[in-house]
C-alpha cells in the first residue's frame, strides 16, 4: 500500500505539529458556528451585552462612584474582556476531546493537540471580539486612552492562562465522573459573575472582604489590568504573580492528572457520547 512521506527531523516534526495544531484550531472555532462571521458576531453580541447589563447595573445600584476616575465604560470593560476571556477558556479546555474521543483513532491527533487547538480557539475569538469592540467604541462613540496596553494586553493573556490550566485540572477528572465536574465547571463560571471582582476594586474593599475574594486568579488579574489601563489607578492589594504561579502549578498538575487519565482511558468511557 502506498504511504505518505514523513520527515523524521526535529525541525520537520515541528512544523507538522504546528500544521496540525492550526487546522485543529480552525476546526475548534468553526464548531460554535459553520460560519466564522457569524460565530465572531455572535461572541461580540455576548460580550456588548454583558456590558450594558453591568453599565445599567451600576448606575441603577448608583455605584458608579467606586469605578476609578476615567472612561466609565472602559472600566466596566476591562472588567467584562477578563471574565469573558477567563471562563471561554475554562470552558473550552474542559470541553475539549480527550483520549476516549473518536478524533483519537486517527493517528497524528492527540490529546495535546486538542487542548492546545482548544485554548488558541478560545484565544483568538476573545481577542478579536474584544479588539472589534474597543475599535467601534473607539471611532464610534469616544477616544480612550488606555495607559499601558502592553501591561494590559499581558493581563488579558495571563486571565487566559490561569483559565486554561483549571480547564486542565476538569478535564483531567471529567471522564471520572463527567456530571459532577460538568456540574462544577458550571458553578466556577457563575461564581465567578461576582468573585471575579469586576464589579469593584481592591483597593476600595475592606479587608473582610477582600480575604473572600483574594483567592480567586481572575480577581487579580482583572485588578492588575485596571491599572496598566488607567493612569489614576495603581493596586495595592492584587499581584499579577500570584495568578501566574498559580496557573503554572494548576498547569502541571492538570497535565500530569491528564496523563494518568489518558493512561486508564476506557473505550466504553466514550459510548454513546
Do not use: C
Not at 475548534?28 to 455572535?42: E, P, Q, Y
Not at 485540572?169 to 461564581?191: E, L, Q
Not at 475592606?206 to 483574594?214: C, D, G, N, Q, R
Amino acid at each position: 500500500m502506498f504511504k505518505a512521506k514523513r520527515t523524521n527531523s526535529t525541525l520537520g516534526s515541528t512544523f507538522s505539529l504546528l500544521e496540525l495544531i492550526y487546522h485543529s484550531t480552525v476546526r475548534s472555532i468553526r464548531k460554535t458556528h459553520g460560519n466564522a462571521i457569524v460565530g465572531l458576531l455572535m461572541n461580540m453580541v455576548q460580550t456588548v451585552v454583558l456590558v450594558v447589563t453591568f453599565y445599567v447595573m451600576f448606575n441603577v445600584l448608583g455605584l458608579r462612584s467606586t469605578a476609578v476616575r476615567g472612561d466609565f465604560l472602559l472600566y466596566v470593560m476591562s472588567g467584562i474582556f477578563l471574565f469573558m476571556t477567563h471562563t471561554k477558556a475554562v470552558g473550552a479546555v474542559a470541553g475539549s476531546e480527550g483520549a476516549t474521543s473518536q478524533m483519537m483513532k486517527h493517528s497524528p491527533m492527540s490529546t495535546a493537540v486538542s487542548i492546545s487547538a482548544a485554548a488558541l480557539g478560545a484565544l483568538y475569538i476573545q481577542v478579536l471580539s474584544m479588539v472589534v469592540v474597543i475599535y467601534i467604541y473607539h471611532v464610534a462613540f469616544t477616544p480612550i486612552e488606555i495607559y499601558d496596553p502592553v501591561g494590559a494586553m499581558a493581563m488579558v493573556l495571563l486571565a487566559w492562562f490561569t483559565g486554561v490550566a483549571i480547564g486542565m485540572i476538569i478535564m483531567a477528572a471529567k471522564p471520572w465522573a463527567p456530571d459532577f465536574f460538568g456540574v462544577v465547571t458550571m458553578v466556577y463560571m457563575r461564581v465567578n459573575m461576582i468573585a471575579s471582582g469586576k464589579m469593584f476594586l481592591a483597593n476600595m474593599l475592606p479587608h473582610k472582604m477582600l480575604v473572600l475574594f483574594s483567592w480567586n486568579p481572575l480577581f487579580h488579574t482583572i485588578d492588575q489590568a485596571r491599572g496598566y489601563t488607567f493612569i489614576n489607578y495603581n493596586p495595592h492589594y492584587s499581584s499579577w504573580s500570584y495568578p501566574l504561579i498559580l496557573g503554572l502549578v494548576l498547569l502541571m498538575i492538570g497535565l500530569m492528572g491528564e496523563f494518568y487519565t489518558r493512561q486508564h482511558a476506557s473505550v466504553s468511557w466514550g459510548a454513546g457520547r
